[in-house]
């Protein structure tokens, strides 16, 4: 087990920390515990991305701002001492932004192999988030098809693992090979985005913001807002389960990738985040409650499934195993999607 050693950090590095924790939940803990090679350049990869991310969920800042800063977030990150202080006073994640000349100091410092994988992830995701910002703005039905849909994916999560995929094997940790096979990278970045997307639809909402297609949900209901209407609760389940079984293609791919990973601590941090989706997955499926309220999977669920993420794949396939028949369990018949969810589930527990 690795241990970070904040006396020997330099003071940025410490308070680059000081945000890891304060922005991210689930992946602060799991990078602290990544083997010393791979410790910084994964944290302050996941602090560019945040602050990338900060930028393009603010819905304070004008479109005229907010474009030019996410294409050229990567001049941003060479500026030493550049900050960004005008962000909307209730965004969650302000403060980093507000400090992050200790990011642009530590970035400094990492060996140009890293820097230059986080500087070419970070050009394209800050130029696919603008051409969806633009989009939304321009085009009031904002995603359409599920190819935009899986393109919007692929920005803000798939490249994040073909970059994490690059760092690891440039760190020895991963087996080249996953280099040669992107659909499987792509697969863990999509099924995280998309499981984050399903059940975070009240909160976007809420935030005026839609990431389903059309081309799904305007089979059960006319308009975007009906969804969410109570009368409509059975049409918008129908349409979650559409939504769950296009996540649930990426779930042996996601298994097949976690089988090149090489070392402890970068299967872990691989590891957490998948089963949790699974469990996530499983928790809002056919759960009425997505359409009121932000559903999220208990302490106690989540220290348990960190538990089993931890040891090997063996473990990990076995949760999957576990979550895909709960799922396939509470199938219900009367869902449009029923044949089509049972043979995925069926599919994925052969796959195991
Ligand atoms: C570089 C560790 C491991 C091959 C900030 C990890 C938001 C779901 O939308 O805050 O605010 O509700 O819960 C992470 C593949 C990306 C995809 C993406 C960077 C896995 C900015 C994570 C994470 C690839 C765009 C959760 C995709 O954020 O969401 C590093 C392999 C960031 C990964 C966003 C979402 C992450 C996400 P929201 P969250
Ligand atoms: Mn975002
Ligand atoms: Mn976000
Ligand atoms: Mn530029
Ligand atoms: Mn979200
Ligand atoms: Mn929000």
């Known amino acids: 087990?690795?241990?970070?050693?904040?006396?020997?950090?330099?003071?940025?590095?410490?308070?680059?920390?000081?945000?890891?924790?304060?922005?991210?939940?689930?992946?602060?803990?799991?990078?602290?515990?990544?083997?010393?090679?791979?410790?910084?350049?994964?944290?302050?990869?996941?602090?560019?991305?945040?602050?990338?991310?900060?930028?393009?969920?603010?819905?304070?800042?004008?479109?005229?701002?907010?474009?030019?800063?996410?294409?050229?977030?990567?001049?941003?990150?060479?500026?030493?001492?550049?900050?960004?202080?005008?962000?909307?006073?209730?965004?969650?994640?302000?403060?980093?932004?507000?400090?992050?000349?200790?990011?642009?100091?530590?970035?400094?410092?990492?060996?140009?192999?890293?820097?230059?994988i986080i500087e070419d992830i970070t050009i394209k995701m800050g130029n696919g988030m603008a051409d969806y910002a633009l989009n939304a703005e321009f085009n009031e039905n904002g995603i359409q098809t599920i190819e935009q849909y899986e393109e919007y994916c692929h920005y803000v999560a798939g490249l994040v693992g073909d970059g994490l995929t690059r760092l690891f094997v440039e760190g020895k940790y991963a087996n080249p090979a996953l280099l040669e096979r992107p659909e499987l990278t792509e697969s863990m970045g999509q099924f995280l985005q998309?499981?984050?997307?399903?059940?975070?639809?009240?909160?976007?909402?809420?935030?005026?913001?839609?990431?389903?297609?059309?081309?799904?949900?305007?089979?059960?209901?006319?308009?975007?807002?009906?969804?969410?209407?109570?009368?409509?609760?059975?049409?918008?389940?129908?349409?979650?389960?559409?939504?769950?079984l296009n996540s649930l293609k990426h779930a042996d791919e996601c298994l097949f990738y976690m089988a090149g990973i090489k070392e402890q601590s970068v299967f872990n941090f691989v590891a957490i985040p998948q089963v949790m989706a699974i469990a996530t997955i499983e928790l809002i499926f056919r759960n009425p409650a997505i359409f009121e309220k932000n559903v999220k999977i208990t302490k106690g669920d989540a220290c348990a499934l960190m538990l089993k993420a931890t040891q090997n794949l063996r473990v990990v396939s076995g949760v999957f195993?576990?979550?895909?028949?709960?799922?396939?369990?509470?199938?219900?018949?009367?869902?449009?999607?029923?044949?089509?969810?049972?043979?995925?589930?069926g599919r994925i527990e052969q796959f195991i």
Request: glycine content about 2%; proline content about 5%; aromatic content about 10%.
């Open 1 to 116: 087990v690795f241990e970070r050693n904040p006396a020997k950090e330099a003071p940025t590095l410490r308070e680059c920390f000081k945000y890891l924790d304060m922005t991210s939940r689930s992946f602060s803990a799991v990078i602290q515990e990544l083997n010393p090679d791979m410790l910084v350049p994964t944290a302050l990869f996941y602090l560019v991305l945040r602050g990338l991310d900060t930028i393009e969920d603010d819905m304070t800042i004008d479109l005229k701002t907010k474009e030019p800063l996410l294409r050229h977030f990567n001049d941003k990150m060479k500026i030493e001492g550049w900050t960004f202080t005008e962000n909307g006073p209730n965004e969650k994640d302000r403060e980093l932004l507000v400090h992050f000349d200790v990011v642009i100091a530590e970035l400094n410092k990492i060996g140009k192999n890293y820097y230059d």
């Open 321 to 345: 195993k576990d979550y895909v028949r709960r799922i396939a369990k509470k199938n219900d018949p009367r869902d449009p999607n029923f044949l089509e969810i049972s043979a995925a589930c």
């Open 194 to 244: 998309k499981t984050n997307i399903i059940r975070d639809v009240c909160e976007d909402y809420h935030d005026k913001r839609r990431f389903w297609p059309k081309d799904i949900w305007s089979k059960y209901v006319d308009n975007w807002d009906d969804l969410f209407k109570p009368e409509n609760r059975e049409k918008a389940m129908n349409c979650s389960s559409e939504m769950i």
